[in-house]
């Protein structure tokens, strides 16, 4: 784990900060509602077909399933989170309430911190 944090680079750092905003937002404004979950997976689906074509790639390159992954759930992630946030008094895509607004915002904080760590680790360990 500290080899993989260590070695993040900043393009990364971003999308794992964004994934933490939405799952957070996820967790304060989640609806059980099937209908929100589908449209998301619809949309997903579609755009991420579009996406995917839209990279290219050389003839006979190995398709990245991680790239693939994240050009269908981003989709998913900007559906299901308009969908989570609308009629919530959102400023952008901030939450109304500071508590909810701080906790995000930490936990995304957090995560640049281990990054940080995970480098002096193993710079350290390098130099030993």
């Known amino acids: 784990m500290i080899r993989y944090l260590s070695r993040l680079k900043t393009g ?9 905003w939405y799952l957070s937002i996820v967790y304060f404004y989640f609806d059980p509602s099937l ?5 998301a997976v ?7 077909i579009a996406l995917n074509l839209s990279v290219s790639r050389p003839a006979g390159t190995k398709i990245d399933f991680w790239q693939t992954f994240r050009l269908f ?3 998913f992630a900007v559906s299901s989170f308009s969908s989570l946030i609308k009629g919530q008094d959102f400023v952008l895509v901030f939450p109304p309430k500071l508590d909810e607004l ?12 281990l990054v940080t760590v995970a480098r002096y ?5 390098v130099q030993a």
């Open 12 to 20: 990364k750092i971003v999308l794992w900060c964004y994934l933490i």
């Open 35 to 39: 209908r929100i979950w589908l449209n």
């Open 42 to 48: 619809g949309i997903s689906v579609v755009i991420g």
């Open 73 to 75: 759930m981003m989709p």
């Open 102 to 113: 701080l906790i995000s915002g930490s936990l995304c904080l957090l995560f640049v911190v």
């Open 121 to 125: 680790v193993s710079k350290s360990r």
